[in-house]
């Protein structure tokens, strides 16, 4: 298997593997500027306000059917 990580790497692919593996995601601080996380949060929200908008879609939004017991 081939990494991505050089000999000098500060990270470890077993601690990144085993955070995807384990609780299945991994942060890194700066790991995006924070103009790109701004407008994900924008667009996330127009998403969400659309959804809320459907009939049922907020109980979509919890992954959660209409025909629910």
């Given at each position: 298997?081939?990494?991505?990580?050089?000999?000098?790497?500060?990270?470890?692919?077993?601690?990144i593997m085993g955070g995807l593996y384990g609780d299945?995601?991994?942060a890194r601080k700066g790991?995006?500027?924070?103009?790109?996380?701004?407008?994900?949060g924008e667009d996330v929200?127009?998403?969400f306000?659309?959804?809320?908008?459907q009939p049922a879609g907020r109980s979509k939004?919890?992954?959660r059917s209409?025909?629910?017991t």
């Open positions: 298997m081939q990494t991505a990580f050089s000999a000098t790497s500060p990270y470890e692919a077993a601690d299945g995601c991994i790991a995006f500027s924070r103009a790109w996380a701004q407008q994900l929200a127009v998403l306000d659309e959804a809320r908008r939004l919890r992954g209409d025909n629910r």
